[in-house]
């Protein structure tokens, strides 16, 4: 495919969330995954990792995972939170997407009598 087949991008991206457009929508599209009613999942998934970007430079320039509150007190960063919420919806996103995965969930073996603790070893 080529640039000019690519499915255009969306107004009002950012430009972490364009950069990755720009490399999963080509993608999607030849395998046959970019319908044009499935864009809008794209979007999110891209607005998703723009926003794992951004926390991660910001807790970077921050000093990292803890900060101190107004009683001194060390607690996780806010941003981290917002972090692994974008990340989870990232996820998600890429899942339903065929980014990763069949975006179906894994069938169990051996059928009903299987017990679902045997490959643990326990």
Known sequence: M???DAPAVPKGLT???RAEWDRVAPVLRDRGGLPAEREPLLVAYCNAMALIAECD???S???GLMIKGANGIERVHPLFGAR???SQNALQLAKRLGI???GAPAKPTG???HDAYSDLGI
Do not use: M
Request: charged share 40%.
């Open 2 to 4: 080529t640039k000019a």
């Open 15 to 17: 430009k972490a969330a």
């Open 57 to 59: 430079k910001s807790l």
């Open 61 to 63: 320039k921050r000093g």
């Open 84 to 86: 692994n919420k974008a």
């Open 100 to 102: 990763i995965g069949s």
């Open 111 to 113: 059928g009903d009598e």
